[in-house]
């Protein structure tokens, strides 16, 4: 690890030697501002970045935008119909989420700097921000929300690279007022001395040739050293704005490299403030609203409850409390819920699919018992899928007949295997496409089409209208066994297209928990549930996996108790009701994989561990489960990977590292392979071990994703499992 602080010592005292020894400026001026540059942080000094992001959160939780709270949606219920109204005490999200949360002293000072740098970051655009990053606490916070990840995503890492135009004059901000190294020594400085003279001697000691000459040394250097004094010049800039406010910064830096300075360029002159420079600081995520969110995000959300009979009277109200309901009524309820799943990714009506006879007919007007073509020939379709569009938009190729949601997949031609606008979406909601790897449908990419392979030569996206329609999907027979793909498009090109649902085949014991889960809730989601797309999620989110595990054990034992044995997989009439496709069998499947298919796959590579379960001695078990690579340039799949993981002990001073090399692979499936085993807490060793597949798509920025599940930390950090 980096020892910053050294290296900041070093450059601190090179410029406070040369500030003491010139005597051209008084000693209360010279002590004032050796002060001041002995409070600048080092490099990942972890109290500035605190005050960094405690600074954003105020002006985020202030910012949210404040709409009404809104109650849980009716629910019928055996010839009855509960109807809710929120009974609580606030009146809409901001003052719910963050009950009394003003600009504090920094975060007016931060907004107005920042508002300075660009006026639409006014407090609507930080409420646009809010939004998200609340967004991505709640699904961090595990409460068990599903929610579209893959916009989500996108729209933090596009409103932050907005943002960052601005970093430069939050950190100033945060450095004046809430950073107290800093801040005191800067409001004693202004108070105590003219600060033309601490410009004027900061400026004689920085554009001093021996001052330069070891700047260039340090630089030369490079990695830490170069990290380092990249850093302390950033530091000096903002030294010399917080000075005089109008001062001509730029002019500085350019003095210091006409005279030979190595000013690295991301904080060269305009650099330095307009965003270039921003490696230090981390993405604001959901990560910065957690802690002063938290009593909210696991609140109960109080409502009246009132059964209103269709043969009857009002049975009477009774006031209830909604486990997580202020979360619910903000992510998927009310009119902040920019980010609620969608219900499957399926084709437009007007999506021409090839028949077996050659023909070519609407997707719309196809019934069970219809022939189309397959890679395999002529098959039946077994099933119709007819979710609703909820306003999402169609995506058509080439011009092409076919107009498909983001996540609908089609066939590649190699590796990747498939192919999908919003890719990681694809992967939520069909998670066994991912061993294959799944890429970013865009200009140039080749799909599989009828007898033929095509280059993707444009992707058109049609917005949806007022009027409300359905989307569709067809279930072919035999499906799961054959890996089928059928045709869509025309009338020059069919591209190669699979069935958008979700498969439970998974170890034995993950499949045995997905499917006692579904034989268990599918009749009560059909009885209780309204609004299954948006409903059910949050339902199978909050069922406890320890009794899954229990039935699903007792299902696939034999009969002697030795051995397991694989249960089948439901039929095509699983997923019908009174000859029509049932949303609630096939939505309940699709969240219990997206629930179930990692989560109980860990608990089967740990061992199945009962709650409570305590490892002996003081061994430190780390396990990584299936680890996605995503990235804009996909890798060659025989290059490594290395993971390099910290971790501190209780009471240790120091993180303890290690480097974890995942060898480069092709396998187009998963496995298991212990990859490194190391001495931690002494002398007993533990074991590291991943599950890891060599699939690669696009994402805007290279990075592990780890939103299909969550990391967890049992028993005061002796077990540690994260995937």
Same mark, same amino acid.
């Given at each position: 690890?980096?020892?910053?602080?050294?290296?900041?010592?070093?450059?601190?005292?090179?410029?406070?030697?040369?500030?003491?020894?010139?005597?051209?400026?008084?000693?209360?001026?010279?002590?004032?501002?050796?002060?001041?540059?002995?409070?600048?942080?080092?490099?990942?000094?972890?109290?500035?970045?605190?005050?960094?992001?405690?600074?954003?959160?105020?002006?985020?939780?202030?910012?949210?935008?404040?709409?009404?709270?809104?109650?849980?949606?009716?629910?019928?219920?055996?010839?009855?119909?509960?109807?809710?109204?929120?009974?609580?005490?606030?009146?809409?999200?901001?003052?719910?989420?963050?009950?009394?949360?003003?600009?504090?002293?920094?975060?007016?000072?931060?907004?107005?700097?920042?508002?300075?740098?660009?006026?639409?970051?006014?407090?609507?655009?930080?409420?646009?921000?809010?939004?998200?990053?609340?967004?991505?606490?709640?699904?961090?916070?595990?409460?068990? +929300?599903?929610?579209?990840?893959?916009?989500?995503?996108?729209?933090?890492?596009?409103?932050?690279?907005?943002?960052?135009?601005?970093?430069?004059?939050?950190?100033?901000?945060?450095?004046?007022?809430?950073?107290?190294?800093?801040?005191?020594?800067?409001?004693?400085?202004?108070?105590?001395?003219?600060?033309?003279?601490?410009?004027?001697?900061?400026?004689?000691?920085?554009?001093?040739?021996?001052?330069?000459?070891?700047?260039?040394?340090?630089?030369?250097?490079?990695?830490?050293?170069?990290?380092?004094?990249?850093?302390?010049?950033?530091?000096?800039?903002?030294?010399?704005?917080?000075?005089?406010?109008?001062?001509?910064?730029?002019?500085?830096?350019?003095?210091?490299?006409?005279?030979?300075?190595?000013?690295?360029?991301?904080?060269?002159?305009?650099?330095?403030?307009?965003?270039?420079?921003?490696?230090?600081?981390?993405?604001?995520?959901?990560?910065?609203?957690?802690?002063?969110?938290? %009593?909210? +995000?696991?609140?109960?959300?109080?409502?009246?409850?009132?059964?209103?009979?269709?043969?009857?009277?009002?049975?009477?109200?009774?006031?209830?409390?909604?486990?997580?309901?202020?979360?619910?009524?903000?992510?998927?309820?009310?009119?902040?819920?920019?980010?609620?799943?969608?219900?499957?990714?399926?084709?437009?009506?007007?999506?021409?699919?090839?028949?077996?006879?050659?023909?070519?007919?609407?997707?719309?007007?196809?019934?069970?018992?219809?022939?189309?073509?397959?890679?395999?020939?002529?098959?039946?379709?077994?099933?119709?899928?007819?979710?609703?569009?909820?306003?999402?938009?169609?995506?058509?190729?080439?011009?092409?007949?076919?107009?498909?949601?983001?996540?609908?997949?089609?066939?590649?031609?190699?590796?990747?295997?498939?192919?999908?606008?919003?890719?990681?979406?694809?992967?939520?909601?069909?998670?066994?496409?991912?061993?294959?790897?799944?890429?970013?449908?865009?200009?140039?990419?080749?799909?599989?089409?009828?007898?033929?392979?095509?280059?993707?030569?444009?992707?058109?996206?049609?917005?949806?209208?007022?009027?409300?329609?359905?989307?569709?999907?067809? +279930?072919?027979?035999?499906?799961?066994?054959?890996?089928?793909?059928?045709?869509?498009?025309?009338?020059?090109?069919?591209?190669?297209?699979?069935?958008?649902?979700?498969?439970?085949?998974?170890?034995?014991?993950?499949?045995?928990?997905?499917?006692?889960?579904?034989?268990?809730?599918?009749?009560?989601?059909?009885?209780?549930?309204?609004?299954?797309?948006?409903?059910?999620?949050?339902?199978?989110?909050?069922?406890?996996?320890?009794?899954?595990?229990?039935?699903?054990?007792?299902?696939?034992?034999?009969?002697?108790?030795?051995?397991?044995?694989?249960?089948?997989?439901?039929?095509?009439?699983?997923?019908?009701?009174?000859?029509?496709?049932?949303?609630?069998?096939?939505?309940?499947?699709?969240?219990?994989?997206?629930?179930?298919?990692?989560?109980?796959?860990?608990?089967?590579?740990?061992?199945?561990?009962?709650?409570?379960?305590?490892?002996?001695?003081?061994?430190?078990?780390?396990?990584?489960?299936?680890?996605?690579?995503?990235?804009?340039?996909?890798?060659?799949? %025989?290059?490594?990977?290395?993971?390099?993981?910290?971790?501190?002990?209780?009471?240790?001073?120091?993180?303890?590292?290690?480097?974890?090399?995942?060898?480069?692979?092709?396998?187009?499936?998963?496995?298991?392979?212990?990859?490194?085993?190391?001495?931690?807490?002494?002398?007993?060793?533990?074991?590291?071990?991943?599950?890891?597949?060599?699939?690669?798509?696009?994402?805007?920025?290279?990075?592990?994703?780890?939103?299909?599940?969550?990391?967890?930390?049992?028993?005061?950090?002796?077990?540690?499992?994260?995937?």
């Amino acid at each position: 690890m980096a020892d910053y602080p050294s290296l900041q010592s070093e450059l601190v005292n090179d410029l406070t030697n040369r500030i003491d020894a010139n005597k051209q400026y008084n000693d209360n001026t010279r002590r004032l501002l050796i002060i001041l540059v002995e409070a600048l942080p080092a490099y990942s000094n972890s109290g500035v970045m605190e005050a960094m992001y405690a600074t954003l959160a105020n002006i985020l939780g202030a910012c949210l935008h404040n709409n009404k709270i809104i109650q849980q949606p009716s629910e019928p219920s055996a010839g009855c119909t509960a109807a809710y109204e929120y009974s609580g005490p606030y009146n809409g999200y901001q003052d719910a989420f963050f009950n009394g949360v003003v600009l504090s002293k920094a975060g007016r000072t931060a907004f107005d700097m920042v508002y300075a740098v660009n006026n639409d970051f006014n407090t609507n655009w930080w409420g646009n921000f809010a939004v998200p990053v609340l967004t991505d606490a709640i699904l961090k916070s595990g409460v068990g +929300i599903v929610l579209d990840e893959s916009k989500l995503t996108d729209d933090l890492s596009n409103i932050n690279s907005s943002y960052f135009q601005a970093l430069a004059a939050t950190y100033l901000a945060v450095y004046q007022t809430a950073y107290s190294p800093t801040a005191n020594a800067w409001t004693n400085l202004m108070n105590g001395c003219n600060p033309n003279d601490a410009w004027n001697l900061l400026l004689d000691i920085i554009t001093d040739p021996g001052f330069i000459t070891n700047i260039n040394v340090s630089i030369t250097k490079g990695g830490d050293n170069g990290t380092a004094t990249t850093w302390f010049l950033f530091n000096i800039w903002i030294t010399f704005r917080s000075l005089l406010a109008a001062g001509d910064v730029n002019g500085v830096i350019s003095q210091c490299m006409n005279k030979g300075m190595q000013v690295p360029y991301v904080v060269q002159p305009y650099n330095w403030w307009n965003g270039r420079y921003t490696t230090w600081f981390g993405m604001i995520t959901g990560t910065v609203l957690q802690p002063s969110a938290a %009593e909210i +995000i696991s609140a109960g959300f109080p409502q009246k409850e009132t059964v209103y009979c269709f043969m009857g009277p009002i049975t009477g109200s009774i006031y209830v409390s909604e486990p997580n309901g202020y979360c619910k009524s903000l992510c998927l309820w009310g009119s902040l819920n920019w980010y609620k799943p969608s219900s499957g990714s399926c084709f437009g009506k007007d999506t021409m699919v090839l028949m077996a006879d050659g023909s070519a007919g609407p997707i719309s007007g196809i019934v069970i018992g219809d022939q189309v073509q397959t890679n395999l020939g002529p098959r039946k379709v077994v099933l119709v899928e007819t979710p609703a569009r909820n306003g999402r938009p169609l995506y058509q190729v080439n011009d092409q007949a076919l107009f498909a949601t983001d996540a609908h997949p089609f066939r590649g031609t190699g590796s990747p295997a498939h192919y999908s606008i919003a890719p990681w979406s694809t992967a939520h909601y069909v998670p066994t496409l991912i061993a294959g790897g799944i890429g970013k449908l865009t200009r140039g990419v080749q799909l599989s089409a009828y007898q033929s392979d095509v280059a993707v030569a444009s992707v058109t996206s049609h917005e949806a209208g007022k009027k409300e329609e359905l989307v569709y999907d067809l +279930i072919l027979e035999n499906w799961e066994k054959d890996q089928l793909t059928w045709y869509v498009g025309g009338p020059d090109t069919y591209f190669c297209t699979v069935s958008e649902t979700s498969d439970p085949r998974y170890d034995i014991r993950t499949t045995a928990g997905i499917l006692a889960a579904m034989n268990v809730a599918v009749d009560a989601s059909r009885n209780f549930v309204q609004a299954p797309a948006t409903q059910l999620p949050a339902i199978v989110y909050s069922m406890p996996l320890e009794a899954l595990h229990h039935r699903a054990l007792r299902r696939v034992k034999t009969s002697g108790g030795k051995g397991l044995r694989r249960l089948p997989i439901p039929g095509p009439e699983y997923y019908l009701r009174d000859g029509k496709w049932d949303p609630h069998a096939s939505i309940m499947e699709q969240v219990l994989v997206q629930r179930l298919g990692l989560a109980l796959r860990r608990e089967s590579a740990g061992g199945w561990r009962p709650a409570g379960y305590h490892p002996h001695g003081k061994r430190l078990a780390l396990m990584l489960h299936d680890i996605i690579v995503a990235g804009e340039h996909p890798l060659p799949a %025989e290059q490594p990977i290395a993971l390099h993981l910290s971790w501190h002990q209780q009471y240790a001073q120091y993180a303890q590292q290690q480097t974890l090399l995942l060898p480069g692979t092709t396998a187009k499936q998963y496995f298991r392979e212990v990859v490194s085993i190391t001495e931690v807490n002494g002398p007993v060793n533990s074991v590291l071990f991943a599950n890891y597949f060599g699939g690669h798509w696009a994402k805007k920025s290279p990075e592990f994703r780890r939103s299909l599940g969550h990391s967890y930390l049992e028993n005061g950090g002796h077990w540690a499992t994260f995937h």
